[in-house]
């Protein structure tokens, strides 16, 4: 099937010429929104962090990343990994005890990559320096949980920072050109207009941000957000509205960004609702997505008011 965006995987097989893996590690860190420093409770959504396996983090990142290269390894015939520091906030440490953490790929010949997750309310010059020093030697990737925009969006999630807070990061990270940003939105929040979302689209084309990962709201048992949803019941985006959401969402994103994922889901056991993202489900619905821009002759950036 055609694919009328630019995905991740197209994108690091132009750089290495080659199929290159993801080996996510919970490095053990927590979070300004879980200690005190913002808050306490988490985002609205959040489930322990975004890793649903806890005892990963009972293992040294080392042994996380020794393991992700050998189930790859055997899978897929993989020979190049990206390294991919996920759970919780991971730029939210003194700079030499990330520098400890980030160099654990210095032992694995076969990590050509670097992805920090983080906050754009937890970085500093002192970290964004730090993670320039791999961009001599690695492909290097900030991701940033953005979600939204809009002050009432992020005000509802509880997300603890405001988009000012996102614009010092991305400028901040703009200085060392090196770094690549993808940014976190997610699309479905109940307090947002169709047009506020589509908004948010053009806000990252005229950011010209380096990548996008798209996400569909779910509520996941244990999280705030379960609570509200069975206390106060919201309307949640049907299958077929997210669809032409996410493609309507791209065609007004800029060509160049790297649209590294269309869809979130969780596993059965913890998921409340909509029933769409069963993690069961997902290539199916990337299958929908991607056959939707078929039917519309449409591709990435037919509509940036930005290009």
Known sequence: MEVRFRTFSNYLKEIFGEK??????DAGFTCPNRDGTVGMQGCIYCY??????????????????????ERAGKRYKAKKFLVYYQAYT??????????????????FPEVVGLIVGTRPDAVSEEVIKLINSYTDNYLVWI???LESPH?????WMKRGHGFSNFLYAFNLTRKYPAINICTHIILGLPVETRE??????????????????????????GTPLEKLYLDYPFPLLKEEEYVELVVDFIERLHP????????????????????????KFKNKLIDKIRSR???????????????
């Open 20 to 25: 290159v893996y993801r080996v996510t590690v």
């Open 48 to 69: 322990a962090g975004s890793e649903y396996n806890p005892l990963k983090r009972q293992k040294s990142v080392r042994e996380q990343i020794a393991e992700g290269i």
């Open 90 to 107: 991971n730029t939210y440490a003194s700079v030499d005890h990330l520098k400890k953490v980030y160099d654990e790929i210095k032992n």
């Open 143 to 145: 991701e940033y949980g």
């Open 151 to 155: 002050f009432k969006s992020l005000k």
């Open 196 to 221: 506020e979302m589509l908004e948010t689209a053009d806000i990252l084309a005229a950011m010209r941000v380096d990548g996008v990962k798209i996400h569909p709201l779910h509520v996941i048992k």
């Open 256 to 279: 160049d960004t790297v649209v590294q994922r269309i869809t979130g889901e969780a596993p059965p056991d913890i998921l409340v609702a909509p029933s769409w993202c069963n993690q």
């Open 293 to 307: 821009f078929a039917e519309r002759d449409t591709y990435q950036g037919r509509k940036c008011k930005f290009c």
